[in-house]
């Protein structure tokens, strides 16, 4: 099949385009710089390993998708429901995200590098080997999410809510978190050679680091101030 008829296989809706999917799962697929109309529900569909460079998928709902692999390469994604889905090990670099809604998605081991995270909500989302090198972060909500192992160098996450995440290995050179809410949470072995730290909210409650051979749990924070 050929682009124009991948796309209208796709214009038929999420039901006719799974079911398409599931018999041809070989094909590759390009559906390329789509515009998909600010409004439609496309909860549940499977585009994995689907190729939507420099799509734009703006106020658009894909819900407990399944975007695994799919590339997004320049899209605009921003003011998107992601929630519940799957994004893991896709190709997000350089997309817009700016105020997208991704609650507990999975987003492990995907590609963000420069991407725009603007006020984007990812609670409970699990960023584990993420890669977000100079992403923008800014104002992002990442309560109890996991960044373990994950890259954030030179990442700004400027005012970003960070409580109760874990950064546990993460790699957080130059980053800028500045104002950022850190209270509860854990970067244990993370790099935050570089990183700025003003004004962050860290003064009530410290970084917590377990260490397995004490009885009790100890908090400390050691930072390389910029």
């Not at 585009?47 to 106020?59: E, K, T, W």
């Not at 894909?62 to 921003?78: C, D, T, V, W």
């Not at 003003?198 to 680091?209: D, T, Y």
């Amino acid at each position: 099949m050929e682009y124009e008829d991948h796309l209208e296989v796709f214009r038929a809706g999420v039901n006719v385009w799974n079911r398409w999917r599931a018999d041809n799962p070989q094909v590759e697929i390009r559906l390329g710089p789509i515009v998909i109309q600010p409004g439609t529900d496309l909860t549940g569909i499977n585009l994995s390993g689907v190729s939507l460079m420099f799509a734009n998928i703006s106020h658009v709902y894909l819900a407990s998708a399944n975007l695994s692999g799919a590339s997004f390469f320049g899209a605009n994604l921003s003011n998107s429901v992601f929630s519940w889905t799957n994004l893991e090990h896709s190709f997000l670099s350089g997309a817009d995200l700016s105020w997208a809604e991704m609650a507990w998605t999975n987003l492990r081991g995907t590609n963000l590098t420069g991407a725009t995270l603007w006020h984007t909500r990812l609670p409970y989302s699990n960023l584990k080997k993420a890669n977000l090198s100079e992403a923008n972060l800014t104002g992002a909500v990442l309560l109890s999410s996991e960044l373990c192992e994950a890259n954030l160098d030179d990442a700004s996450l400027r005012l970003a809510h960070l409580n109760g995440a874990d950064l546990s290995q993460a790699s957080l050179c130059n980053a800028d978190l500045s104002m950022a809410f850190l209270s509860d949470a854990v970067f244990y072995r993370a790099n935050l050679n570089g990183a700025k730290l003003a004004r962050a909210g860290i003064k009530l409650s410290l970084i917590h680091i377990s260490e397995p051979t004490r009885r009790t749990p100890i908090s400390y924070a050691v930072f390389c101030l910029k």
